[in-house]
């Protein structure tokens, strides 16, 4: 390839003086201060751009370059051509001396028509493609510069809508776009309806414990919308709205909490491990997949939850210290809902924060509004981007409120104040979403209890269907425990069936 | 045909399998650079790189919670534990994650896992070195337990617990690590896990034992045979799924259960085995099955281990009021 630094500083120099206002001179000296090449080989280059008639100089007090041609009539190939002097961008050998001149020649064909290939491609390319080119990973608001402005160790968190869904961080705007939000919106609602319908289940006896969501969707949903279809979740247990949108069911859902197996295994979902009850014992595996991940040279990130509670067990520490050891790419979720349980966040740490713990694993981590939609979407969009990039693993976490009890079999009352939960319901993740969808005329209030209802049937009748599913079968304590099952075993199963048998002739 | 101690046994199934399948990854505390304290893994990492042979951070249920992600994302970890003394910190991940995720899926995820761990003592070693607890493995719905007591039988089980589709923990005798050297086929070969095997048949006493017991079993078989006593020796091989079928077999032709092992003796091994006695061969008991395990007790440090490990003399004492009774 004949391509030097020359094209590239070229290019550099081009952009610059392309994106300044419009017939103001950009000066030489500055495009090599921020650019960060030396002036005098800018000049040297400036030499055969200004003969090709690509930049043209302007002289007095003020002056500078300019360009000499409308941005759109410049090409690629032009630059090349001009600070390159060669048309060949492939150098070819003298293949005249050589044996075998037929092989040659055939070998020479191909490099001209990669060449030609190149060549019209460059063609195709002008000075004004890529000033509008989006840059690929934008600094201005990237994931660095969240990193940069929102350092735990200060205690900052992230946000882009405050309580009453005013944009409050205009500038990290815009993972998202208007339909985009509006389903996020829908499928919150959703999941709240089928929560809130799992809980009357439970009252009802027709599902065993349950964990609610409520207050928490906009975490797991975000998490859903982000991830793709090669990426693994790794759940705890309280991240409802994920689990189906990686490929889940509510017919799961009721399954799991119904108390039969069959709901942990997701099973039209690929890449999603069962709930985990094992505080924290999860996120191991979340390394380890990154670890298969890399190894096996896979796409794909790797989405780990644990609560709050969870930081303080030691598989917190192993997984994000092997996580850090190894740079897989694992985005650590900490749903820090403020309590595990009854006990209280200052009850399980004396750091002022969690995201700080980030810090003695090597990676980097961030406080999030866990109850902002658009703060998560954006986030975890970004720390997708950066631990698939080879960048390591990152711990985000998510401040939010568990507004409903750790389970049905639990009384919040013994351990938080209607204040406390107040204050909080201010700060409802859904509420906040639909004040910014108002504000912005995508979205009415008076529609919610339209949809909601649609969503109470749809669930109502998934549920009476789930409610039809075959009997817990004997095989099904015994069948999964080994790829083989052991003779013993079967006979342990063969004298409970003996058992059954005479039970039936007994009766 | 080359002549093998367990060490080089179980290396030598540990290369094969790595040359054999991608898939395969080992890792653990010094197992990379230094090839493990026992020196089992030596020279794998330079041979098949260090992106496949690997050390860890020091951490046991960091070890064992990894390689069940993998085993979910399709690879086959085969873990070291440095000492099955310092397996605790693991045990959350090998109960409630390792033993269970094939039945919690319905068998959409295995975890064919294979975790090495040196047990046993009598080998004048510090605190928690010296512990034999397949028992409380064996406890453990889900896992399979696997303990050989030769080179041959070393290789052959470990390559068949690398190939098997659910978790095995294979124990390692540490004490007879270098001390039995055997021909052992250079080639790949497979022993059955479950099987148990007859290493001498007798008609007077079915004894079962395993792993670095065997041997002191076989000495305190010289002096029975001295004293015309004829027994049938049963190497385990396999603590669960265990061979009731070959223990079963014997005592009906013996009449008589002796089985001999290090771990505590309430609940252990030994109390499994004369509950098959008594289960599947109750007509044929000339004698009440009885068993010689370890104290219940911890095991003293070296000046005190000589109390708890058994010599062939107490073996041989037991076998004879057996025998007498």
């Known amino acids: 390839m004949n391509f030097t630094k020359r094209t590239e500083y070229a290019l550099r120099a081009l952009i610059e003086i392309g994106s300044s206002e419009k017939d103001v001179p950009v000066k030489r000296e500055n495009i090599a201060k921020n650019q960060e090449i030396s002036s005098q080989f800018l000049e040297q280059i400036f030499i055969p751009l200004t003969k090709s008639k690509i930049i043209k100089s302007v002289r007095g007090p003020g002056g500078g370059f300019v360009l000499n041609k409308l941005s759109d009539e410049i090409t690629i190939w032009d630059i090349f051509f001009s600070v390159e002097k060669t048309t060949k961008l492939y150098e070819s050998n003298d293949y005249s001396n050589k044996g075998d001149l037929q092989i040659f020649s055939k070998i020479q064909s191909v490099w001209d028509t990669i060449d030609s290939n190149l060549k019209n491609t460059m063609e195709g390319i002008s000075l004004s493609d890529i000033i509008m080119m989006e840059a690929k990973s934008s600094n201005s608001n990237g994931m660095k510069s969240i990193l940069d402005k929102y350092n735990p160790l200060n205690n900052k968190i992230f946000n882009i809508i405050d309580d009453d869904g005013k944009v409050v961080n205009k500038e990290f705007l815009g993972s998202i776009n208007d339909d985009e939000m509006l389903k996020a919106y829908r499928f919150m609602l959703y999941v709240r309806t089928a929560d809130e319908m799992c809980m009357l289940y439970q009252r009802q006896g027709r599902l065993y414990t349950f964990p609610p969501n409520l207050g928490q969707e906009a975490i797991s949903t975000s998490t859903g919308y982000v991830m793709k279809d090669d990426d693994w979740l790794v759940p705890s247990y309280r991240e409802v709205a994920a689990w189906i949108l990686k490929g889940g069911s509510i017919k799961d859902i009721f399954l799991l909490w119904g108390g039969n197996e069959e709901g942990y295994l997701f099973s039209g979902a690929k890449n999603i491990l069962p709930v985990s009850v094992p505080i924290a014992s999860q996120l191991p595996h979340a390394t380890g997949i990154g670890f298969a991940l890399n190894y096996l040279k896979k796409e794909g990130a790797v989405f780990a939850f644990v609560g709050d509670g969870g930081t303080s067990e030691g598989d917190f520490h192993e997984a994000l210290n092997f996580a850090g050891v190894w740079k897989v790419p694992v985005v650590f979720i900490i749903q820090n809902n403020q309590y595990a349980i009854s006990v209280p966040v200052s009850r399980q740490t004396a750091a002022k924060n969690l995201a700080i713990k980030s810090v003695a694993y090597g990676m980097p981590g961030l406080r999030v509004d866990g109850n902002d939609y658009l703060a998560m979407h954006k986030v975890l969009s970004e720390a997708r981007d950066f631990v698939t990039n080879g960048n390591g693993p990152i711990l985000i976490e998510a401040v939010t409120y568990r507004k409903g009890a750790h389970t049905t079999s639990d009384d919040p009352s013994l351990y938080r104040t209607d204040e406390e939960e107040s204050t909080w319901a201010l700060k409802d993740p859904i509420k906040r979403l639909r004040l910014y969808l108002v504000k912005k005329k995508l979205w009415k209030t008076e529609n919610d209890k339209k949809l909601i209802e649609g969503y109470k049937k749809e669930v109502d009748a998934q549920f009476i269907e789930y409610e039809k599913s075959p009997e817990y079968n004997l095989n099904d304590v015994f069948d999964h425990m080994y790829d083989d099952i052991p003779e013993d075993l079967k006979k342990q199963k063969v004298e409970y069936e003996k058992y059954l048998n005479w039970e039936q002739v007994t009766k | ?325």
């Open chain 2, 1 to 325: 045909m080359k002549v093998m101690n367990i060490v080089q046994a179980v290396n030598d199934a540990l290369d094969l399998k790595l040359t054999d399948d991608k898939n395969i990854v080992i890792y653990g505390e010094d197992v990379g650079v230094e090839g493990g304290v026992f020196r089992v893994t030596s020279g794998l990492q330079e041979k098949h790189g260090i992106e496949r042979v690997f050390d860890s951070p020091l951490a046991e249920s960091g070890i064992v919670g990894t390689a069940v992600g993998m085993c979910a994302a399709g690879l086959r970890p085969v873990i070291e534990m440095q000492f099955s003394g310092f397996v605790y910190p693991a045990m959350n991940q090998i109960i409630t994650h390792v033993a269970r995720m094939r039945n919690r899926t319905r068998g959409k995820y295995k975890m064919p896992m294979v975790i090495r761990m040196p047990y046993g003592g009598n080998i004048k070693a510090l605190e928690l070195h010296s512990e034999s607890m397949e028992a409380m493995f064996g406890h453990i719905p889900g896992l399979k337990v696997v303990i050989p007591s030769t080179p041959y039988d070393a290789k052959g089980l470990l390559i068949a617990s690398i190939e098997d589709d659910d978790p095995v923990i294979y124990m390692e005798p540490k004490k007879i690590y270098r001390a039995i050297k055997q021909e052992v086929p250079k080639e790949k070969y497979n022993i059955e896990i479950g099987k148990a095997r007859i290493l001498e048949e007798g008609t007077d006493l079915t004894l079962v034992t395993y792993g670095a017991m065997v041997r002191e079993v076989q000495r305190a078989l010289v002096m029975a045979k001295k004293n015309n006593i004829n027994v049938e020796l049963i190497d385990l091989r396999t603590i669960y799924p265990i061979d009731k079928e070959t223990i079963m077999n014997s005592i009906k032709k013996t009449g008589k259960l002796l089985i001999v092992n290090e771990g505590p003796t309430s609940y252990g091994v030994g109390a499994e085995l004369i509950a098959i006695a008594n289960e599947e061969a109750f007509l044929h008991l000339e004698a009440p099955p009885s068993r010689l395990g370890g104290f219940d007790t911890i095991p003293p440090l070296p000046k005190g281990e000589h109390f708890y490990f058994h010599s062939p003399n107490r073996i041989f004492y037991e076998i004879q009021k057996l025998i007498n009774y």
